[in-house]
């Protein structure tokens, strides 16, 4: 053990209560594991906490659970990481993949597609606030504002690829030097944790580098994995749709700058317009579900693997098919969040002190909020309007094709958040409730 006084079976109770209580995405989520760990707990303090988080910050992936396999790490080295970044995933993945299933078996049922077309309809002002959440955060700077708005159009405009983006603003930053937004700034000193005491007498091995360990994290990090896509190659070929998932969250678990909404749009280029996995209202409702279901967002990804596979079964049963997609999409994109930290941890200081890295992950923020105001619009499009045209390099809306009950919906949820500061949880069920409604009422 690394902490006296805090038994892993003790962690292991206070990282369940933790996952249990993250909902909101991971503004929320990081807010409760500081009220419980920093406040409550006292396991860390106020300057270990934003430091670990700035690290993850600078990470592909969900920061959120990055941060829980950070701390865990700190306090109970590699086994401590597993098990609290274990238990942050376990409720969603449970209850994500209970909804995928029922998706998948009673989404053409009347009153379930009224109830995910309220759904979809709400998402859309969700991102929106996602949007304005972020960028008060991340645009301190015309310089940033510029870089957001040079990454919306090339993204809407030309279809620039969303990895292609976060390069060349992380290389603008770099050289140019722009400003740090608010989110990677330095936090105050405040009350020493337990963590900072146990660390202030001596540094634990398992925090200082090492380049035989770091050797070790690597093999079995990396061979643990690319494992499902190795298996579904030599068992089912190349062309197979579990091949495939697990390619494809492979390269969002190394891309996905930004956190879920950032990502969201790179998983609508590729598993809407390129696989054809599902429908663009599709990817509506499993962010939706994610929104309503512990964990982080980007868990998306195992609503859908559950769809790609589900609907190319091959021998096996669907439901069978489409829980073994969700699983390999959700482990393809989250082993590698374990595989940062346990690498990476020891070597925090320095990347987290560079002032050049600093400024290029401000720029990375910038155009991520860029890459969101798209996926609004684009979802925005699609859920809203029932037909398209194309004008120059883009699609427009027929204005004619407005679908006035997911335009009702839409407005109503974004006067709740914006103007009355209602939860999500809320205005997605109410959401819900009224596509229903109006399905009843046979205005849908």
């Known amino acids: 053990m690394t902490v006296p006084h805090i038994s892993l079976s003790q962690a292991l109770r206070t990282w369940?209560?933790?996952?249990?209580?993250?909902?909101?995405?991971?503004?929320?989520?990081?807010?409760?594991?500081?009220?419980?760990?920093?406040?409550e707990k006292k396991w860390i303090s106020e300057r270990r906490f934003l430091?670990?988080?700035?690290?993850?910050?600078?990470?592909?992936?969900p920061e959120a659970q990055q941060l829980a396999v950070?701390?865990?790490?700190?306090?109970?080295r590699i086994r401590g990481g597993i098990v609290s970044g274990a238990l942050f995933i376990l409720p969603g993945l449970l209850s994500l993949g209970i909804l995928s299933w029922v998706y998948a078996a009673y989404g053409e049922v009347a009153w379930v597609a009224a109830l995910f077309f309220g759904l979809k309809a709400a998402v859309l002002a969700i991102v929106l606030d996602a949007?304005?959440?972020?960028?008060?955060?991340?645009?301190?700077?015309?310089?940033?504002?510029?870089v957001a708005v040079a990454a919306f159009v090339a993204i809407f405009v030309f279809a620039v690829p969303f990895p292609l983006i976060i390069v060349a603003a992380g290389a603008l930053g770099w050289f140019a030097r722009l400003p740090q937004s608010g989110a990677h700034a330095a936090g105050k000193d405040?009350?020493?944790?337990?963590?900072?005491?146990?660390?202030?007498?001596?540094?634990?091995?398992?925090?200082?580098?090492?380049?035989?360990?770091?050797?070790?994290?690597?093999?079995?990090?990396?061979?643990?994995?690319?494992?499902?896509?190795?298996?579904?190659?030599?068992?089912?070929?190349?062309?197979?749709v579990y091949t495939a998932v697990a390619v494809f969250n492979a390269k969002m678990a190394v891309f996905t700058f930004g956190g879920a909404y950032a990502a969201l749009s790179y998983m609508a280029q590729q598993a809407v317009e390129h696989y054809h996995w599902l429908k663009p209202g599709e990817m509506l409702v499993g962010l939706g579900l994610a929104e309503t279901t512990p964990g982080p967002l980007i868990s998306v990804v195992q609503f859908v693997g559950f769809l790609a596979a589900a609907r190319q079964p091959g021998a096996l049963d669907p439901m069978l098919?489409?829980?073994?997609?969700?699983?390999?999409?959700?482990?393809?994109?989250?082993v590698p969040s374990f595989l940062w930290i346990f690498a990476g941890g020891p070597y925090v200081e320095a990347l987290t002190g560079?002032?050049?890295?600093?400024?290029?992950?401000?720029?990375?923020?910038?155009a991520v909020v860029g890459v969101i105001l798209n996926l609004a619009v684009w979802l925005s499009l699609h859920v809203l309007f029932g037909r398209m045209m194309r004008v120059g390099f883009v699609n427009l809306p027929v204005l004619?094709?407005?679908?006035?009950?997911?335009?009702?919906?839409?407005?109503?949820?974004?006067?709740?958040?914006?103007?009355y500061r209602a939860g999500v949880i809320a205005v997605l069920a109410a959401s819900c409730i009224a596509g229903v409604a109006l399905h009843l009422l046979g205005l849908t």
Not at 25 to 35: C, K, L, S, T
Not at 135 to 146: E, F, P, Q, V
Not at 198 to 211: I, Q
Not at 216 to 226: D, N, P, R, Y
């Open 16 to 39: 369940a209560r933790i996952a249990l209580l993250s909902f909101g995405g991971p503004a929320g989520q990081i807010a409760v594991m500081h009220r419980i760990l920093v406040d």
């Open 51 to 61: 430091h670990a988080l700035n690290y993850c910050m600078l990470l592909p992936g």
């Open 70 to 76: 950070y701390i865990g790490w700190l306090m109970h």
């Open 131 to 146: 949007v304005v959440r972020i960028g008060k955060r991340a645009l301190k700077s015309r310089a940033l504002i510029g």
């Open 190 to 240: 405040g009350e020493e944790g337990l963590v900072d005491r146990v660390f202030a007498a001596g540094l634990p091995e398992h925090v200082k580098p090492s380049a035989p360990r770091l050797a070790g994290i690597l093999v079995a990090g990396l061979s643990l994995w690319f494992s499902p896509l190795l298996i579904a190659l030599a068992l089912l070929g190349p062309g197979n």
């Open 321 to 334: 098919a489409g829980t073994l997609g969700g699983l390999i999409a959700m482990w393809s994109t989250f």
């Open 354 to 366: 560079n002032k050049r890295l600093n400024a290029a992950l401000s720029a990375v923020t910038a």
């Open 400 to 419: 004619e094709s407005v679908n006035w009950a997911a335009l009702g919906i839409a407005v109503a949820a974004m006067v709740a958040i914006f103007h």
